[in-house]
């Protein structure tokens, strides 16, 4: 029989932390700012295929030489592919910059596939569309909840996810990682892993109610996390292998992606187990919360 794990012994200390992360998050967001991509800011994209492996190096080297710093240059698919990603509102400084490359492209020239204009005004209605769209999403969920288990569980399961988002944005805005729309999905993919992780935990909770009839509710709350651990770390693991993989061998494109993943996992985690079950306990959950409600009205007997 597989021993019980008091992981609500620590929950005043795993509170400390939860609140530490959290407010040091909030300060590097609010106090760095997010890193927009030009997905959110506007800007030009343009992609090159060299007909050798390209030097990324040196082709930045080229751009600040022909004037443009801040050009971002990335490795894209094939080594013979780049992209270069520039911020501006002109319509025509993509083929200025794919123009000034092919000037400078001695013993290895490259011939331009696509160039790439989003304004800033596309920018701006992407940005807010995703945050509107991360906000519907927490509200959805909450409601889920609400009907399949009951309104404790839902809360407790926000203030979970809540804590993921926050985390892995803060930590993004502290490195000033690109924030683009795939880092953006990514933080949605976080939402949808955490909430997995806790409705598993949540579940194992209520129907405990049932057959642990005489154990507090933090007894229950260690049992059922206990019980389901195995499944858990099995999850996590495998996913962040695979994620692993893919922040080593995606290429800079998905680096941002892979390490908002990366994080989310791991704050996805913790939260189900150190969160969200001490939500359950802070709305004092019971069993009596699990029963529905029982009609008052009495049956009218038609009988003459």
Do not use: C
């Not at 805005?173 to 949605?188: G, K, R």
């Not at 109610?209 to 154990?215: H, N, P, W, Y």
Request: charged fraction near 15%.
């Amino acid at each position: 029989m597989l021993r019980t794990i008091n992981f609500m012994g620590v929950r005043n200390v795993a509170f400390g932390i939860t609140v530490l992360l959290t407010v040091l998050a909030l300060f590097s967001w609010f106090h760095k700012g997010l890193n927009y991509g030009l997905d959110f800011t506007g800007g030009t994209l343009i992609e090159l295929t060299y007909e050798k492996p390209a030097d990324v190096a040196k082709v930045r080297t080229q751009l600040v030489e022909s004037g443009y710093h801040d050009a971002i240059v990335q490795s894209f698919g094939a080594t013979t592919d780049l992209l270069v990603r520039m911020p501006g509102e002109d319509p025509q400084l993509g083929h200025q910059v794919a123009e000034a490359l092919l000037k400078v492209g001695g013993d290895n020239p490259a011939s331009v596939k696509r160039v790439e204009f989003v304004g800033p005004q596309v920018g701006e209605e992407l940005r807010d569309q995703g945050g509107l769209g991360m906000l519907m999403a927490l509200v959805g969920i909450m409601i889920y909840l609400a009907f399949r288990f009951q309104w404790k569980f839902g809360v407790g399961a926000i203030v979970s996810l809540i804590h993921d988002v926050i985390v892995t944005v803060g930590i993004l805005a502290y490195f000033q990682i690109t924030f683009d729309l795939t880092v953006l999905a990514a933080v949605l993919a976080i939402i949808g892993y955490s909430l997995n992780d806790t409705i598993v935990v949540f579940d194992r909770v209520r129907e405990n109610f049932r057959v642990l009839r005489k154990a507090t509710l933090i007894d229950n709350i260690n049992i059922s996390t206990t019980q389901t651990l195995l499944r858990t770390m099995a999850t996590s693991i495998s996913t962040l292998l695979a994620i692993t993989a893919l922040m080593v061998f995606g290429g800079d494109n998905l680096w941002g992606f892979s390490l908002a993943l990366f994080i989310g996992v791991l704050a996805g985690t913790y939260s189900s187990i150190y969160i969200a079950n001490v939500v359950l306990i802070w709305l004092n959950l019971s069993s009596e919360d699990l029963i529905p409600p029982v009609s008052t009205d009495k049956e009218v007997d038609d009988r003459p």
